[in-house]
C-alpha cells in the first residue's frame, strides 16, 4: 500500500471518532464536557498510535526496501510496535471510560 493510502485510512478513522465523540449537549456541566472532550483526545491518541504501528509493521517487516530505505532489525520493529500497541490499548480503554456517563449513585 502506498503512503497516501494509509493517509487516507488515518483521516476516515480520526474523521469517525470526531463525528460520534465530539457531540455534547449544550446542557451539560463543564465537568462533563472535560470529560468528553478528555475521552475524545485519548481515542484520537489510541488511533494514531494504531495506525502508526500497523504502519511500522508492514513498512518495516513486509516491505523489500524497509522504512525510508533503512533495515531496522526484525525484534526492533516488533518490539516498537507492540510498545505503540500497548500504549492504543490503554489509552482505548481509559478514554472509552471517560466517554461513559458518570453513575449518580454506586453500590461501592
Known amino acids: 500500500m502506498e503512503l497516501t493510502d494509509w493517509i487516507v485510512i488515518l483521516a476516515i478513522a480520526l474523521i469517525a471518532i470526531a463525528?460520534?465523540?465530539g457531540r455534547a449537549?449544550?446542557?451539560w456541566s463543564?465537568?462533563?464536557r472535560a470529560r468528553r472532550v478528555t475521552g475524545t483526545r485519548l481515542l484520537v491518541q489510541a488511533a494514531l498510535s494504531l495506525w502508526g504501528a500497523?504502519?511500522?509493521l508492514v513498512h518495516g517487516?513486509?516491505?523489500?526496501d524497509g522504512l525510508?530505505?533503512?533495515h531496522a532489525a526484525p525484534h526492533t520493529v516488533l518490539a516498537v510496535a507492540?510498545?505503540?500497541v500497548a500504549f492504543g490499548c490503554y489509552w482505548s480503554v481509559r478514554g472509552s471510560k471517560l466517554l461513559k456517563p458518570?453513575?449518580?449513585f454506586s453500590a461501592c
Open 68 to 70: 525510508l530505505g533503512m
Open 19 to 21: 463525528f460520534f465523540c
Open 102 to 104: 458518570r453513575r449518580l
Open 25 to 27: 449537549p449544550a446542557s
Open 54 to 56: 500497523v504502519l511500522i
Open 30 to 32: 463543564l465537568e462533563n
Open 82 to 84: 507492540a510498545l505503540l
Open 61 to 64: 517487516l513486509f516491505v523489500l
